[in-house]
């Protein structure tokens, strides 16, 4: 609990997005700094799940029960019980208590204990890929909202790691190794991922030629990472320094207020949630038309750049192996797998994520998915979002299935209770949650070449 009440303390701060847009902001509000609550709210899987997550509240990755929970300052309690909901405390953070700040230069620019800032992200890409020229090629496939207005922003990069041969990592689809892509930090707070993405690709640079369980996955599969898939949230997160802010979301703040914190609710923000976005139910439940909400799904289908800079680079990784339509089961010869990682819970998600029908591979997937929380270590549960938390259009799951017959896994990845819960674990928890993804890694990527076992 300790650690929770330290690890979310950046909450009552996370008031004011930095941004460098010539317009004026309206004056923003006064935040209180006050003490920043988590909700434990009855809302069983279904209508009220679904309710809850409409009604604009900031619904955690997290489900014990029948109980959904919800962040949110004192006044969120009167809100919910406005609305219907009992909510009771669950947790009381603690108000910032460190000085923001990052240490050191380059690859090892660090921020609250040792996460690498994203500029230490990219500069480790480069590294990488001079260091090691036969195994890496860093792409750049497109660019963050704020560097598309000229404010500053990023590139959205990934890298391809592989024992290349001619023709390896170069972005058609008609590779001739099966190809497995890991991404990370699409919801900017959630900075455990980012770090287990760095040590992903560490992993397979200095194993290969060492570790033959590397050597062999890198002789026959492309590996594709993308290490910060949110730059712009990223920036948001880490310019809160020790204490992070936590921004879920992208920083496009064209669609509602700019500063979207009020006196009512501190935490909502602007932006657009990244994996609400796709046009894959775009719309559907557990997306919301709330500007400020955490799951706003955007004005239209695909309206963000990073949405689609994503959606160009899985079409341009991956041949469409399914039939439109929900009912079509993907070509039994499919190759390929990705994995978004999420935290912070114990569970594999697979398709559909919109509903809880069954996909036409839900045999196949649901068999990988358990393999998966197996590997992971007890407590890991699998299942589609709508059986274990709640039911979402618009995801990345949803899309890379739907659109291409690829297998997608949301892996939510973490504690909510314990030393190391929540979204910001001190930074020595990550080599606990290294011990359980690395063979979870592992195993998706070679899964990548024959996933439905029809090949
Ligand atoms: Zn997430």
Request: proline share 8%.
């Amino acid at each position: 609990m300790k650690r929770l009440s330290l690890a979310l303390a950046g909450a009552a701060s996370v008031a004011f997005l930095v941004g460098t847009s010539v317009a004026a902001p309206p004056p923003p509000q006064p935040v209180p700094d006050g003490p920043t609550y988590v909700y434990r709210v009855p809302a069983p899987l279904g209508q009220k799940a679904q309710d809850l997550l409409a009604r604009g509240f900031d619904v955690l990755e997290q489900r014990d029960g029948d109980d959904l929970f919800v962040l949110g300052t004192q006044d969120v309690h009167r809100r919910l019980a406005d609305v219907g909901f009992a909510g009771s405390v669950d947790q009381v953070m603690s108000p910032a208590r460190f000085a923001p700040g990052t240490r050191g230069t380059g690859v090892n620019e660090t921020y609250y204990g040792g996460y690498r800032t994203i500029k230490a992200h990219y500069a480790h890409l480069d590294q990488t890929g001079w260091r090691y020229p036969r195994l890496a090629t860093v792409v750049d496939y497109g660019d963050s909202w704020r560097k598309t207005q000229g404010a500053g922003g990023y590139d959205l990069k990934a890298i391809c790691i592989t024992r290349r041969t001619p023709g390896d990592c170069r972005l058609t689809p008609t590779a001739r190794k099966p190809r497995f892509l890991v991404s990370a930090q699409v919801h900017a707070r959630e900075i455990t991922t980012g770090d287990l993405a760095w040590r992903w690709i560490d992993h397979l640079t200095t194993g290969y030629g060492r570790d033959p369980e590397v050597t062999a996955l890198l002789d026959t599969t492309e590996v594709w990472v993308i290490p910060i898939g949110n730059p712009d949230g990223v920036q948001i997160v880490q310019s809160g320094g020790d204490t992070p802010k936590l921004q879920r979301k992208n920083a496009n703040h064209t669609n509602g207020p700019r500063h979207c914190p009020t006196t009512q609710d501190p935490n909502a923000q602007a932006g657009i949630d990244l994996n609400r976005n796709l046009s894959a139910q775009w719309g559907d439940n557990g997306t919301s038309s709330d500007p400020c909400s955490q799951v706003y799904r955007g004005p239209k289908a695909d309206s963000e750049v990073e949405t689609r800079a994503l959606e160009r680079l899985f079409r341009s990784l991956y041949p469409d192996k399914r039939a439109p339509g929900d009912t079509a089961p993907a070509d039994p010869d499919t190759r390929g797998m990705v994995v978004t990682m999420h935290s912070a819970l114990n569970v594999v998600l697979l398709p559909w994520g919109y509903t809880t029908t069954p996909s036409p591979n839900d045999g196949p997937l649901r068999a990988m998915a358990r393999d998966m929380a197996q590997l992971a270590g007890p407590g890991w549960e699998y299942g589609q979002p709508g059986e274990l938390l709640y039911t979402a259009g618009g995801s990345i799951d949803d899309w890379v299935y739907g659109e291409l017959g690829v297998p997608h896994y949301t892996w939510e990845i973490g504690n909510w209770e314990g030393d190391c819960a929540g979204f910001l674990p001190a930074y020595s928890c990550q080599d606990g949650h290294w011990a359980k993804v690395k063979p979870m890694l592992t195993y998706a990527a070679r899964k990548a070449a024959n996933p439905y076992g029809g090949a």
